[in-house]
């Protein structure tokens, strides 16, 4: 069956960096699109980055995030990435991966001093 299992989260400082990754498996990874959301306490889902298939994909970014956040894949690891520069406290939320209409089970990052 297909699985995503979101890593890298943790609690960073302002102007911190972190890396998530999304493991994928249960289906064929680079034919699909993958999209990075985030959900802070008390706000709906928001969609933070998206990637498309194949091996020269194109990305786009929230205006929320742009210049911070850099999404990417890795089609021979079945593995996609979201590099989180510059790290805000209104960045905190628990982020999640979605592909082929499936959920992962989230990372939470906070960032507080």
């Known amino acids: 069956q297909v699985q995503l299992v979101e890593s890298g989260g943790g609690l960073v400082q302002p102007g911190g960096s972190l890396r998530l990754s999304c493991a994928a498996s249960g289906f064929t990874f680079s034919s699909y699109w993958i999209r990075w959301y985030r959900q802070a306490p008390g706000k709906e889902r928001e969609l933070v980055a998206t990637i498309s298939s194949g091996s020269s994909s194109s990305s786009t970014y929230a205006d929320s995030v742009k210049g911070r956040f850099t999404i990417s894949r890795d089609n021979a690891k079945n593995t996609a990435y979201l590099q989180i520069n510059s790290l805000k406290p209104e960045d905190t939320a628990v982020y999640y991966c979605?592909?082929?209409?499936?959920w992962g089970q989230g990372t939470q990052v906070t960032v507080s001093s």
């Open positions: 979605y592909a082929r209409g499936n």
